[in-house]
């Protein structure tokens, strides 16, 4: 199978719990964010995105919550299931004379347990 | 489907051989992305090209070429110059951030580059 994962922190979880995945990120200017899952040999899927003039913003069982003051990001799944079960990647970006550059974390593994 | 494909999905290089990887687009998207993801790491940029015909240097671009002849095409070339080209490799697209301001980027499913 696909190796991307190994060594990553992980999070544990029983299935029908809430999970919440943190992100602390890095630079200042960063004005968009957004988190990605990617499953075992497929590449990132887009989860949900936030910008830095909101906190707060809520998607199907996914909320994303922007903490700007302490560079922290997070990301809450309701009512886990088997499904969720994959590494969860955060990417910040710095508006950077019209590209839009993305600066991954390294990503968290969520294992969700029946 | 719109999407990104990418091709192949395993690949194996001799030493001192050039691949190829192929990564097509029908999303009309003009920004398109090549990284670079090692076991327990995130992406890492390689190069990006923001319209046909431009592309830039991320960062890990040595060892690597691309070229953006088609808006749907971003081809990736590894050279015998990248001495630790064993890794899982990913094209993404975009819409122009200058056009829409930032803006997500969508994946295809990859490329494992092994040495033989």
């Known amino acids: 199978g696909e190796s991307v994962g190994l060594h990553l922190p992980t999070l544990s979880v029983q299935e029908g719990d809430n999970s919440i995945i943190n992100c602390a990120y890095s630079n200042s200017a960063s004005d968009y964010f957004i988190w990605y899952k990617q499953e075992s040999g497929k590449g990132p899927q887009f989860i949900i995105d936030?910008?830095?003039?909101?906190d707060k913003r809520q998607g199907q069982r996914v909320t994303v919550l922007l903490n700007k003051t302490v560079k922290h990001l997070s990301l809450q799944i309701a009512a886990t299931q088997p499904g969720d079960s994959a590494v969860y990647f955060c990417a910040e970006s710095p508006y950077l004379r019209g590209y839009n550059k993305l600066i991954f974390g390294a990503g968290t593994r969520l294992a969700v347990h029946p | 489907d719109g999407g990104i494909t990418q091709s192949p999905k395993y690949l194996f290089r001799k030493e001192g051989q050039n691949v190829t990887l192929s990564c097509e687009q029908n999303l009309n998207h003009d920004a398109m992305y090549w990284y670079r993801q090692d076991p327990g790491q995130g992406l890492r940029l390689i190069y990006y090209s923001q319209i046909v015909n431009d592309f830039q240097k991320g960062d890990i671009a040595e060892g690597y070429s691309v070229s953006r002849e088609k808006k749907e095409s971003f081809p990736l070339t590894v050279t015998s110059a990248q001495k630790n080209p064993t890794a899982f490799y990913l094209c993404?697209?975009?819409?122009?951030?200058?056009?829409?301001?930032?803006?997500?980027?969508?994946f295809g499913d990859g490329t494992r580059l092994s040495i033989l």
């Open positions: 936030i910008r830095s003039n909101m």
């Open positions: 993404a697209s975009s819409i122009t951030a200058a056009l829409a301001g930032n803006q997500p980027q969508h």
